[in-house]
Nanobody, 122 residues
Framework: QVQLVESGGGLVQAGGSLRLSCAAS????????MGWFRQAPGKEREFVAA????????DYADSVKGRFTISRDNAKNTVSLQMNSLKPEDTAVYYC???????????????WGQGTQVTVSS
């Protein structure tokens, strides 16, 4: 079992920045691919970014490429999402998620946090 707790959400003006963090506990953190997802009101949850367990290429949704950066600190069991040049359409609840590295990349994420609200005003 893995417990995930997000923090860092809030209200920001368009063009501003926020940094989300997710603290993980329960199992060896480096054995999990970590992802960020978001869900806006009335919309389905969508992928934002992912980072492998220890090394490898990060992945981003086209809508956030060049603006968001995902990173992790395996010594501190944390994953972060630096969000720059925020737009009103980035407004959503952001979720941290974990998936075992032994699972295929097409597998669903196994563990989810409770989410943190990000609101970008125009």
């Amino acid at each position: 079992q893995v417990q995930l707790v997000e923090s860092g959400g809030g209200l920001v003006q368009a063009g501003g920045s926020l940094r989300l963090s997710c603290a993980a506990s329960g199992r060896t953190f480096s054995l999990f691919t970590m992802g960020w997802f978001r869900q806006a009101p009335g919309k389905e949850r969508e992928f934002v970014a992912a980072i492998p367990g220890s090394s490898g290429r990060t992945d981003y949704a086209d809508s956030v490429k060049g603006r968001f950066t995902i990173s992790r600190d395996n010594a501190k069991n944390t994953v972060s999402l630096q969000m720059n040049s925020l737009k009103p359409e980035d407004t959503a609840v952001y979720y941290c998620a974990a998936r075992s590295v032994i699972l295929p990349i097409t597998s669903d994420y196994q563990y989810w946090g409770q989410g943190t609200q990000v609101t970008v005003s125009s």
